[in-house]
């Protein structure tokens, strides 16, 4: 019986916390502090929260139903989805502080609490930390999925570097835009929809496709962030409303907005060029992006990525319940209202 979205997040929650929680119990207890606060376990002064605020568990729950997918049981990618849980969260508390987001998940990030210097040693933990969950047991499979995670997190790293050089040019490419996402987000979550074929034998045809189903999924959430990086409502993203115009990234719409050569386009350009993007500017230069075409182009190139990433699952020997599952977490991921 195919279960539903609430379902499947709700079991790798049970599945996945606790171990979670145990293998961060790894790292020394300087350093586990300020990552057990990350994970919104603890406050700042180490006292644990009455309801403490696990996240979606987006790539850990991938994960799992890979392995369910080639006819494994989830348990098999537990090693695999802690991994890339972990690494995951590693480059948002290294993203915070290059991004100079002083919130996420509605209280201050990680560098805000304890300081850069902390913040950053604490994310090169986690780092290692995910590795080492991999190789604790170098079993042959084990061994294939902490290098295709080293593989997934060097693209990241790059597609990272490549952000932060956008926004030091003048000049924007959306085709180069486009293989940022896909090197910062698009992955590691085909890592996640990897992982576990990987961890339970499956051929490399196998792999491979459920490796191209993350890769788009990657590649439209990123499309979804962007939009709500603009529209979003600070309520559901826990970070304050046009937080990347004024940061002046140069994300998806606004890449496509700025290459439109559209007056709204030239008109943005000149709101960019500015050292300062007060809150009235924010607004002027979310109307310019959406009036040059930067809003719509977005949301049409993320259902495109849903598509393929439907397309790919179709041509896999997967489970086919499974692959259903795999599409509507897909759907729930991609399909968020701004």
């Not at 020394?28 to 606060?37: E, G, I, N, Q, T």
């Not at 919130?103 to 990680?110: F, G, S, Y």
């Not at 300081?115 to 499979?141: N, Q, V, W």
């Not at 990433?309 to 041509?315: C, E, H, I, P």
């Amino acid at each position: 019986m195919r279960r539903s979205t609430t379902e499947v997040l709700e079991r790798t929650r049970v599945m996945v916390e606790p171990a979670l929680i145990e293998a961060v119990g790894r790292l020394h207890p300087s350093l586990a502090l300020p990552v057990r606060y990350h994970f919104g376990w603890i406050d700042p002064a180490g006292v644990p929260l009455p309801n403490p605020r696990y996240g979606k568990g987006i790539r850990p729950t991938l994960a799992l139903l890979s392995a369910e997918a080639v006819g494994a049981a989830a348990g098999v990618a537990l090693p695999g989805a802690l991994a890339v849980e972990i690494v995951h969260n590693f480059s948002l508390v290294h993203d915070d502080i290059i991004d100079n987001d002083p919130e996420r998940r509605h209280r201050a990030t990680v560098w805000k609490a304890f300081g850069a210097g902390d913040a950053i040693i604490a994310g090169d933990a986690m780092m290692l930390l995910g590795l080492e969950l991999l190789l604790d047991r170098p079993t042959p499979p084990r061994v294939a999925a902490a290098a295709d995670l080293a593989g997934a997190t060097a693209s990241m790293i790059a597609g990272q570097h490549m952000d932060m050089s956008f926004d030091r040019s003048g000049e924007v490419d959306v085709d180069l835009s486009w293989e940022m996402v896909s090197l910062k987000t698009g992955a590691l979550l085909a890592h996640a929809s990897a992982v576990g074929a990987i961890l339970a034998g499956a051929p490399e045809d196998t792999v491979h496709r459920l490796r191209t189903f993350g890769l788009e999924l990657g590649r439209g959430f990123q499309a979804i962030d962007d939009l709500l990086g603009i529209w979003g409502d600070p309520s559901v993203t826990g970070k304050p409303a046009g937080n990347d115009l004024r940061e002046r990234k140069k994300s998806i719409p606004v890449a496509v907005a700025l290459a439109s050569g559209s007056e709204a386009g030239e008109r943005l350009a000149d709101l960019y060029a500015r050292e300062h993007l007060d809150d009235d500017r924010i607004m002027a230069a979310a109307a310019l992006v959406e009036e040059a075409g930067g809003r719509d182009a977005t949301v049409v190139a993320a259902r495109d990525c849903m598509r393929r990433a439907a397309d790919a699952l179709g041509g896999a020997d997967i489970d086919p319940q499974v692959a259903g599952e795999l599409e509507d977490l897909a759907a729930f991921v991609v399909e968020r209202d701004f």
